[in-house]
């Protein structure tokens, strides 16, 4: 075998030859697409070598779906195979298992998805845009109507999208259905399929009534908003929206929501997640669909891995925990949680937001008690309560020094409690011994020598003091005692004021709050997380949205 040597005064050529081509190779890996800044590939391997992602979406929707992945394939190089049809037709192949493993369906109607989701077909769902049915017509033959009235009384030629098949034909079948008609007893929707039926036509996807209408085989169509907008029919088509029809309903009323969802076949749901997400970006996906004459939704900024931060107290930690994990592996997304006290956290925002730059203030905060949410309610939206538990009295086992609240204040008798500014158990503490006239006596007590009234800056803190000898009795939170039970006694206190209910809220200048609402779904699946750990869930309420 050659042996390489470097000599002094000189390079052997053999290395040269070698290090040229290992410049070469460099040079090379830099020009490959993705190898840049900013067009950093998925991290799940080479997506070249990977089979493509399979994508079901509504036929009128084709030309904005079309730009929007090839643009990702210019930033990723993922390959998606993508198969156009009704949104209806495509659910229902979806139910027969027609498709193999489709990863993503795109419709135009959200009844579709939420139908998928009921059938077990879809997990996460995202809100890309709205749109509304418009009469379509070529641009050289306008009717001239101003109303239902006037374009019943012409009795064009209409070719309209097949209700069962077709999102637009459903949408229209739904709107019109509620309006009456001229005669008694009918409604608009019976006037016009009697009309289409007797000089028209029914298209299974609303692409073939916009191209009915370009060509002049019939008179009018009902097509999408957007589908007057693409560039295929700018120019040529001519739109009126259907509230312009007519005066009991509003454009807000007739709108529907272009939605996609991940679905349960997807045998590679992270990577799934993230081209869905790329459709829902406000600065990807999102301003594709609205060149295209839609309204679309609020969207995430866009972040090949996204990274939320998560204020949460401490409290919630052993339920969470686990949620938190399984999610950031399904999403390929980074979570930065941080537990603490919530007079700590809420001091922390406080903080943040007082300098110019808010990095770091969290995009999700769950509370120990509505009391810690309520102190920062100007810096987050909606919230609601996920669970609540109950605040006891702690002793060591078999201990009957303290029985009661007033025995706290008993002489040598040893207590720790939360402190009232750094975390809730301690400010619910507070009202409660407040309330019962017990709160200065403890304070005049602490002050005395000899006595020991210690303060906790979180209710993680305040068990572990019975557990270890420290202290005769605690004021605690019952799930914190949980795990204890072999060496504490839990006693019940008599007043109104012992539960704690912990809401979970999205901050207003979160630039990932549909990245948060998916985590809130998955808090919403974790009754038996929160359950085994001894809170009281309360989201089976199904009253309770977020």
């Known amino acids: 075998m050659a042996r390489l040597t470097i000599r002094r005064g000189g390079i052997n050529p053999l290395v040269l030859v070698l290090l040229g081509g290992l410049v ?20 799940s391997g080479d997506a070249a070598d ?38 209806n037709m495509l659910l229902n192949q979806l139910k027969i298992n027609k498709f193999e493993q489709p990863d993503l369906y795109l419709a135009a109607d959200s009844f579709y998805i939420d139908q998928a989701v009921s059938d077990g077909l879809a997990a996460e769902v995202m809100a890309l845009a709205s749109q509304v049915p418009v009469v379509a017509f070529r641009a050289d033959r306008d009717p001239r109507a101003k109303s239902w009235a006037d374009l019943m009384k012409a009795e064009p030629r209409w070719s309209l999208a097949d ?13 019109l259905a509620a309006i009456p008609g001229s005669q008694p007893d009918e409604n608009l929707w019976g006037q016009l399929e009697a009309q289409a039926t007797s000089r028209g036509v029914f298209k299974p996807t609303v692409n073939e009534v ?30 009126i929206p259907l509230d312009q029809l007519t005066e009991t309903a509003s454009a807000g009323d007739l709108a529907e929501q272009v939605t996609v969802a991940v679905l349960t076949t997807s045998a590679r749901p992270t990577e799934t997640l993230r081209l869905a997400r790329y459709f829902a970006a406000s600065d990807r996906g999102l301003p594709v669909f609205e060149s295209f004459g839609m ?23 052993r339920a969470v925990e686990p949620v938190i994990e399984a999610f950031q592996q399904r999403e390929g997304v980074v979570i930065n949680t941080v537990f603490d006290g919530c007079g700590i956290l809420t001091s922390r925002m406080g903080t943040i937001a007082g300098q110019s730059q808010k990095s770091g203030f969290p995009d999700v905060y769950m509370a120990c008690d509505r009391y810690y949410l309520d102190n920062v309610r100007d810096w987050f939206q909606e919230d609601v309560n996920v669970s609540q538990t109950e605040i006891v009295l702690v002793v060591p086992k078999g201990s009957g020094k303290v ?10 008798v040893r207590v720790s409690v939360g402190e009232p500014n750094q975390c809730t158990i301690g400010a619910l503490t507070r009202r409660l011994l407040q309330q019962a006239g017990l709160y200065d006596r403890l304070k005049e007590k602490q ?73 809130y779904r998955q808090v919403e699946r974790a009754q038996d997380n929160f359950e085994k750990v001894g809170f009281d869930f309360l989201l089976s309420d199904p009253a309770a949205k977020f």
């Not at 070469?24 to 490959?32: D, E, F, H, T």
């Not at 209408?213 to 700018?234: M, N």
């Not at 020991?452 to 993680?460: D, F, I, L, P």
Request: net charge neutral.
């Open 50 to 87: 990977m089979p493509p992602l399979v994508m079901l979406v509504a036929a009128g929707l084709r030309t904005p779906v079309e730009a929007i992945l090839e643009k990702y394939r210019q930033e990723y190089g993922v390959p998606v195979e993508v198969q156009y049809g009704g949104s």
């Open 447 to 519: 002050a005395q020598a000899g006595e020991v009234v210690v303060e906790k800056s979180s209710s993680a803190l305040i068990v572990p003091d019975i557990v270890t000898g420290h202290v005769d009795a605690a004021i605690a939170y019952r799930n914190d005692v949980l795990m204890h039970l072999d060496k504490v006694d839990v006693l019940p206190i008599d007043s109104p004021l012992t539960k704690a209910i912990q809401p979970l809220s999205i901050a207003r200048n979160s630039e990932h709050k549909q990245l948060v609402r998916r985590l």
């Open 163 to 175: 209700p069962e098949q077709a999102a637009v034909g459903r949408a229209v079948r739904k709107m």
């Open 210 to 239: 916009a191209n009915d209408v370009k060509i002049g085989a019939v008179d009018l169509g009902i097509v999408w908003s957007s589908t007057v907008a693409s560039p295929e029919y700018r120019g040529e088509l001519v739109g």
């Open 403 to 412: 029985r009661k609240i007033e025995d706290l204040l008993n002489p040598g």
């Open 24 to 43: 070469a190779a460099g040079v090379l890996v830099l020009l490959l697409p993705g190898s840049r800044t900013g067009t950093a590939r998925p991290e």
């Open 295 to 317: 309204t679309p939704a609020e969207g995430d900024s866009w972040s090949l891995r996204p990274e939320i931060t998560f204020f949460c107290g401490a409290v919630n930690r």
